[in-house]
């Protein structure tokens, strides 16, 4: 299944059922029956064909099939892609965050409501999941980085697609903005994100920055292993079991040295800010009501005279803001990008 149950329940859920048939629980059962099917063969329709992912030392040894696309960036490290969803739709490119791979957004991508009205792409960024993980610093130039992006537009074929970034996934539009015009994008949607390298410290609450020595170092087994729990609750303290595996998952196969890499690297943010203030780059700003990592108006303060943007408070929404509120994220993104 290339959706969950939960999922495909909340999608039924919301669906309206025929008025004029009596009610009766016979005819409810097999008209979802139906739907069911007509859903997975869409899903199936609508989503990557299945690949292998081998093994191999960049990758950490993971083996395993997953829909997607193993694209090469042009530096020649291997980006593991995704598009699901209605490619006539307008195109997001969601890039994820700290740590964890582009599986953080299966919900969103779970979700028949998103794949109808839209185009999903997301990829694990270089050094996470199933993408290559290299631990050099010529490999974190911000070009670097610009160019995983390219490689994802390329083989999707998407022309000015909508790129959302999440947490420090945010700092990869800097990357972006920095090689390209702001016309090769539709718009910004940074969710609970981070601007730019630079301001990490700025806008991250001190526990967030009490994690990170944690994390990055490589000597005590005991301390990064309760560092990434505490992490990953800190993200959202109530994930479904086998999504918070996932979450841990994503770090047991990540070289430290890349953690280390992502966090240190830098880049210019003038593209970026020029974007936004002379060149009216639409942004949309999302932020969790409740979010132990992300400082809203920290955020805001390092976008000065951004002039087109939106700001969207989820209430008590924690850093992952779609696990938190997911009808009232759908809604703030899908009718910002008019889909
Ligand atoms: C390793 O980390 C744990 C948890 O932070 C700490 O209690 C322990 O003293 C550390 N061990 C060493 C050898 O530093
Ligand atoms: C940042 O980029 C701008 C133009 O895009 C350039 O003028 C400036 O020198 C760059 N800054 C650094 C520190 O490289
Ligand atoms: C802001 O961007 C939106 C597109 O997202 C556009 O419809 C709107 O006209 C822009 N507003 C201004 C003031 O330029
Ligand atoms: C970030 O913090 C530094 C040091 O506290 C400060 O000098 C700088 O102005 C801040 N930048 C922004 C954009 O808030």
């Not at 307008?90 to 599986?103: E, K, T």
Request: with cysteine.
């Amino acid at each position: 299944m290339l959706f969950s149950l939960k999922s495909l329940s909340i999608a039924m859920a919301l669906l309206p059922l025929p008025q004029t048939t009596p009610w009766n629980v016979g005819y409810i059962s097999s008209f979802r029956f139906r739907l069911q099917q007509q859903l997975t063969f869409l899903i199936f329709e609508l989503a990557d064909p299945v690949i292998m992912i081998n093994p191999t030392d960049a990758n950490f040894g993971i083996s395993a099939v997953a829909p997607g696309r193993l694209l090469t960036s042009a530096d020649g490290t291997k980006i593991f892609a995704e598009g699901r969803g209605d490619p006539s739709k307008p195109a997001i490119v969601f890039i994820h965050g700290f740590g964890l791979g582009a599986q953080a957004f299966d919900d969103i991508f779970n979700d028949p409501l998103w794949l109808s009205r839209a185009y999903l792409v997301r990829y694990d960024t270089r050094g996470h999941g199933r993408s290559d993980k290299p631990t050099n610093a010529a490999a974190w130039v911000s070009q670097r980085l610009a160019e995983d992006f390219d490689a994802v537009v390329q083989s999707y074929n998407l022309i000015k697609p909508f790129v959302l970034g999440w947490s420090i996934g945010g700092t990869q539009i800097a990357d972006i903005l920095s090689y390209h015009p702001p016309s090769y994008v539709s718009g910004l949607i940074y969710d609970a994100a981070i601007p730019y390298t630079s301001v990490l410290f700025n806008v991250t609450t001190s526990a967030a920055q009490a994690l990170v020595p944690g994390l990055l170092q490589t000597t005590n087994v005991t301390q990064f292993q309760a560092g990434y729990i505490d992490f990953i609750n800190l993200c959202h303290p109530a994930l479904d079991w086998d999504f918070y595996l996932g979450c841990l998952g994503d770090g047991v196969v990540q070289p430290r040295a890349a953690a280390e890499l992502i966090v240190t690297r830098t880049q210019n943010s003038t593209g970026l800010l020029h974007a936004g203030t002379s060149e009216g780059l639409p942004l949309l700003a999302i932020f969790g009501g409740s979010d132990k990592l992300v400082i809203k108006q920290a955020v805001l303060d390092a976008l000065p005279g951004w002039q087109n943007l939106t700001e969207v408070t989820l209430p008590g929404a924690e850093h992952f803001t779609w696990i938190s509120r997911p009808v009232l994220f759908r809604a703030a993104v899908l009718n910002w990008i008019g889909a």
